[in-house]
C-alpha cells in the first residue's frame, strides 16, 4: 500500500506545476478521499485541498489560500489524483504531500505518501 507523489520541481513566481499522487495496493474501499498537504520551513503542515474518490459524490475542498489558483482532479482508473498549481507565489513553496483518509474530507488520514519539493522562486 502506498502513494506516490511526483511533479515538484522549480517554477518562478507565477508559474505553474502539476502534482500527481497515484495510489497503488489499497483494496477498493480502504479510502474515502485523497488529499494534497504541504509543510514549509519552519510552519505547521497545511490541508491544500481534498477530493472525495466516490464516484457518486464528488467533494472537493481548497484552502483559502490557494483557491482560484489550484484545482484538484482525479483519474480514478488510473488511482490518481493531480493537484494544478498555476499562479505560484513564494508562499506556495513547501514540501507537499498526498495521503489517503478514511473520511471524505480529509480529517484522517490513513496513509501518507512521500512528499515532493516545490520550489518558487526568480
Known amino acids: 500500500v502506498q502513494l506516490q ?4 520541481g522549480l517554477v518562478q513566481p507565477g508559474g505553474s506545476l502539476r502534482l500527481s499522487c497515484v495510489a497503488s495496493g489499497f ?3 480502504d479510502y474515502n478521499a485523497i488529499g494534497w498537504f504541504r509543510q514549509a520551513p519552519g510552519k505547521d ?4 485541498s481534498c477530493i472525495s474518490i ?7 475542498s481548497y484552502a483559502d489560500s490557494v483557491k482560484g489558483r ?6 480514478n482508473a488510473k488511482n490518481t489524483v493531480y493537484l494544478q498549481m498555476n499562479s505560484l507565489k513564494p508562499e ?4 507537499y504531500t498526498c495521503a489517503a483518509t478514511y473520511d471524505s474530507q480529509c480529517r484522517v488520514v490513513r496513509r501518507w505518501g ?6 518558487v522562486s526568480s
Open 5 to 8: 507523489a511526483s511533479g515538484g
Open 27 to 29: 483494496a477498493s474501499l
Open 45 to 48: 503542515r497545511e490541508k491544500v
Open 54 to 60: 466516490s464516484s457518486s459524490d464528488a467533494r472537493i
Open 70 to 75: 489550484f484545482t484538484i482532479s482525479r483519474d
Open 92 to 95: 506556495d513553496m513547501a514540501v
Open 114 to 119: 512521500q512528499g515532493t519539493l516545490v520550489t
